[in-house]
């Protein structure tokens, strides 16, 4: 077979979380991961521009092979995905697939919960979008979904604060804004895959009886679903067990930072856009 990697995409490091647990749960397929640095956050920028970015990058993919592409990125996941899957695939590539995070965690997501209350930590845009709600509605419409954005979660993460006291300070007040909104709350989403390294502070300021869901896991196992039951598309993914790393930024920065995410460095290479 030819060399058709899973193409897993984000706008930085934090897909990586993510990759981590699809090579973890799928550790027999290709991947290729792509994180456009360069042009990071995206959770501050506008639809158009977000969806622009995303497929310019998904494009690159296609080009190194992948026939299957996950975004990796809640927030392109909200601002990007449905164009890209109704609008570009049916003339660019209809025979390639594009996923995102947002879908799988909602199918999910109703049943770590008992009181009907669920709270989404995530970036302003995907906050914006309400993708969360709209998705959740059609899965679990019983459940309340309150939403707090979190803008400073991810410079935290990126400049590696994300142990500092400033991040508890910061930790701290969202997840007091959210839990105002109701105390009923006993499910939590990290809606960013940067969150779970805030992990160990979000969980110093939460009641224990409280539910923390990170993505990765979930993805994981929704993908394994996924390729599954389109055995066409599994058919098409190349089984080698390796590993590529592409960056739109210095590939020195990312190995180095990249490294926080994934437990240990990686060897990226640059990709031009």
């Known amino acids: 077979m030819s060399y058709q990697p899973i193409g897993v995409f984000d706008s930085g490091y934090g897909g990586l979380t993510v990759l981590k647990s699809l090579v973890g749960k799928l550790p027999q397929y290709d991947y290729i991961y792509l994180g456009d640095n360069a042009r990071t956050p995206y959770g501050t920028r506008s639809f158009d521009t977000v969806y622009q970015y995303t497929l310019e ?40 697939r594009v996923l995102g995070v947002i879908r799988p965690t909602t199918e999910v997501i109703g049943h770590y919960t008992k009181t009907g209350h669920v709270g989404i930590l995530a970036t302003r845009g995907t906050v914006t979008s309400e993708s969360y709600l709209v998705e959740i509605e ?3 419409p019983e459940l309340t979904v309150f939403q707090e954005a979190c803008p400073m979660w991810v410079p935290l993460v990126e400049n590696g604060e994300y142990q500092s006291a400033g991040a508890d300070y910061f930790v701290q007040q969202h997840i007091d804004h959210l839990m ?50 389109h055995p066409d598309m599994d058919a098409q993914c190349s089984k080698g067990g390796t590993l590529q790393f592409y960056t739109t930024d210095s590939p020195t920065e990312f190995g180095r930072q990249a490294g926080v995410f994934w437990g240990e460095p990686v060897e990226a290479e640059w990709l031009k856009l």
């Open 180 to 229: 105002r909104q109701s105390p009923d709350i006993d499910t939590l989403l990290l809606a960013c895959t940067h969150y779970p390294l805030l992990l160990p502070k979000i969980r110093k300021v939460v009641p224990e009886s409280i539910t923390i869901l990170s993505q990765g896991d979930i993805v994981a196992t929704s993908l394994t679903d996924y390729l599954r039951r």
């Open 57 to 96: 990058c998904v494009q690159h993919l296609f080009r190194k092979g992948c026939q299957l592409v996950i975004l990796a990125c809640n927030t392109a996941s909200a601002k990007a995905l449905r164009n890209i899957q109704q609008l570009d695939l049916p003339h660019i590539a209809p025979e390639r």
């Open 138 to 140: 059609k899965f679990f």
